[in-house]
Structure formats: structure tokens, C-alpha cells
């Protein structure tokens, strides 16, 4: 049961509720995509380093994970349209602020301002469009098309970015978001009803939310930096040890306070606990191999960042094709197949990649992407619905707010992990060709001309090399689909009762 008047939405109305959400999902996403394009201006603009100008993405990354239960929380408790719409605003207005940041510092704290304000949408929006959309297969197509947003703002970031940059400078980035983000907010506070939990909160649990704060930080600062570091370090040891303390301090905490930040009941649920699992596999897999997608294409093929993100639209029609289709199926096929079958499809299309090399072309890559992306697509909608489905309607947005933390520190553990094993493949691949590559020559240009062939070689095999790793991800992410059992009865009986 919800309390407030978020139930009366009529049949055209909860369509523009979802396209109201969505909007906000997708502006939201892309501006996280598309300013990883603008650094190199940015970096020349302000004289910058390479090493600083990545604390531009770095602080956005940490605010944005830290601040995700505690706008879940709130939004169950005051009111999802409320807390969607202040996050929406101060978005906005961080927006403007970055996009006339007058040095790195003011950048940086910007970018902080809309990193949490940013945090906001995530369980805001999924709680309204599950209250929003009451029937299982109905809501199950509604989250499906709203999960396909995330994938499509990283497709037409590097598209849209691209001639903004070029045309308009980097500054363009963030002032583009003025007015999509003032259509946006129009159409919230003309569509989206208010809706509240039927417990609200009395006694906030802020004691939790800061030490799960500062776990979050050193989680996520480690993960980011841990590549440049050193995985054993004195900086990361202390961001892992940091990490442990407070965790623990935080259980303890929230263990025993009565409206907890985070219920740990949750982890006594096996249908919960599975689908996060399931969740974290695979978008472990997903983002730590597409994320060296664009490397290998700029660096090996020679395509600039617009030509990349064409390579990139065959995963948009992918996504936004599958996904209503697969939640189409809620009710008709258990959930677990259709995210097994998902998954195997999805390392289907990264085994695909193993095969780069130079000689590849847009068309294959192309494909490849179409056929990893239907595969994400078609089981997204039903991995979110089984949480929308095993939780009280009241604790929907606090229950969003831990599976979109999952997903963050997934996508950042994959990208670390990758990264770690592309630099240290390459240096296994490259002594491997030297000691059977044998040159029958004096000429010291032929020597050079060799190590650099070596070189390219061993970058290529370790690319591989990743995408091999995703796709056995990937695989163990399929076959842990099979523990997602979920009663046919809950997920049709599971609606919301005026």
C-alpha cells in the first residue's frame, strides 16, 4: 500500500509519467558520458594535468554512489515527487554552475553539487514508476523501457558530445542541461502524483548514512585510482582498510536502529540477495569490457570520438528494442530464464569481440555491439522487476537505491579490474612474442621497427585477453540466474491498493 494520490494516474497519463522519468534518467546519464569527452579541452583550457582533470570524473563518481540510499530514504519518506524534483532543480542549477567554472577547483565542486543532486533519480524513479504502473507485466515493460535509457545515454553521449564540444566548446556540455532540464521539470510537475511510504520515517538514520558515506568514498576512490596507485599501495591500503572500518561501524549501527538506512533483512531474502548478485556479475562484465571498447577503436583503428560513437547505435536500437520485449514476457516465462537466456546472448555478443584486430571493421564491431546490447536489453526489465516484486511497496526506493549501488560499484569494479588486466597482460604478451621473435638482422631500424610491431601485437592480445574475461563473466552471471526463483503469484499479486 502507498499512501498519497500516486494511484489515480490514468492509462495516457502513467505513459507520460514514464516519459518524464525517463528523461531525467537519460540527462542525468549522459552528462556522466558526455564530459569525459570535453577533458582534453578542459585540460588545455585551465593548464591542467591529465592526473588532475580526472578528479573531474572521480568526485562525481564518489558523491554520486555515497548519496544514493540516503535520496532512496528520503524519497519513501517525504515523498518521491518532492525528492525527484529538489534533486532535479539542483541538478540544473550545478549544471549552469560547471558550465562557468572559472578554474579546476570550482569544476570540481560543481560537479560534486551535481553528482548528489543527480543521486536523487535513481530510486526516486524507479519507486514512482512502480507506483505508478500496478499490474507485474505492465510495470515489468515500463521498467524495461526506463533500464534502456541508462545504456542509450551511453550510446549518444559521444554523438551529441562530439559537435557540442566542437562547435560550442566544452562548456556547451553543461549548459546544454538548462533546457532539457527545464522541459524535464515541467513535465514532472505536471505529470508525476505524489506518493509517500505508508511508514515514514521518524527517526532518520544519519549516523548510517555517514559511515556508509565514507566506506562508499574509499570503495569508490580505490576502485577509480587503484590502477595508477597500485593495488597495494600505501594510498589503497589505507582506502581498504578505511573501507572495513566503517562498514563495520555501519552494520553495527544500522543492525540495531530501528529504520535502518539499509534493512540487512534484506540479506536473509534469497530472491534479493541473488538478483543483486546477478546484477553486480553482469554489469561487472558489461561495463568493464565496453569500456575498453572506444580505447581499442581510437587507439588501433583510428577513429575519432564521433566515428566511435556511431559504432555505439546499434546498442540503443538493441536496448530499447529488447527490453519492452523481454518484460513482455513477465507472467508467461519465469523470470530466471529469461535473464539466463539474456545473459547467454549478451556473452555471445562479447565473444564476438575476441576476434579485434586492426583489420576489423565498423560493420563487425557493429554487430557485435547490436548483439550484446539485445542481450542486456532483453532480461533488464526482468532483473529490476524481482526487486520491485520481493520488497514492500514502502521500501521500494530504499530497495532501488541498493540495487543502483550495486550497479555503480559493479560498472567501477569492472572498469579497475579490466584496466588492471590490460596492463598486465600486455606486459605478459609483450615478453612472450620478444623470446620467439627472432630477427636475422644488425639494422638498428629494423630492431625499432619490430618492438613496435611486438608492442602492437601484445595490446591487441590483451584486449583480447579482456574480452574473453567479460564473456566468462558473463557466462557465471547466466548460470547464477538460475537462482532467481520467484512465485508466479507474487509478481501478479504485488500491485498497489488504493
Known sequence: MENGNGNGN?????WWVLLTVIIGTFMGRLDQTIVNLALPKIIQDYSITVSSATWIATAYILANAVFVPVWGKLGDTVGRKKIYILGFSIFIVGSVLAGIAWDLNSLIVFRVIQAIAGSADYPTAMAIIAVTFKKGRERSQALGLWSASFAAAAVFG??????????????????????????GLIMALTFIKESTSERPTINFDWWGAITLGVALSAIVLVLDRGVDWGWLSLESIAAYLIAILFLYIFYRIDVHH?????????????????????????????MGGIFILPIF?????????T???????????????????GGSLTGKVEP?????????VAALGMSMFMTLDVRSTAPEIMLAVFVLAFGMGFGMAQRTNIIAAVVPEHEIGISASI?????????????????????YSTEDHVLSLSQNTFINTNNPLVFGQVANLVILKAEILAYRTDFYVATLILLVGAAAALMLKVDKDLQDAHVIVE
Open 258 to 286: 530501528p529504520e535502518p538506512i539499509v534493512d540487512f533483512k534484506y540479506l536473509h531474502e534469497k530472491i534479493f540477495v541473488g538478483a543483486l548478485l546477478n546484477n553486480f556479475i553482469i554489469f561487472m562484465g558489461m
Open 297 to 305: 577503436a581510437q587507439t588501433f583503428l583510428g577513429y575519432d570520438a
Open 10 to 14: 490514468g492509462d495516457g497519463l502513467k
Open 158 to 183: 559521444p554523438l551529441v558530445g562530439g559537435p557540442l564540444i566542437d562547435n560550442f566548446g566544452w562548456r556547451a556540455v553543461f549548459l546544454v542541461n538548462l533546457p532539457v532540464g527545464i522541459l
Open 403 to 423: 540495487l543502483a549501488l550495486s550497479r555503480n560499484i559493479a560498472g567501477a569494479f569492472g572498469i579497475a579490474f579490466f584496466a588492471t588486466i590490460i596492463r
Open 336 to 344: 530466471r530464464y529469461v535473464i539466463m537466456a539474456s545473459t547467454l
Open 307 to 325: 566515428q566511435t560513437g556511431y559504432l555505439f547505435l546499434p546498442m540503443a536500437a538493441g536496448m530499447m528494442f529488447a527490453a519492452p520485449l
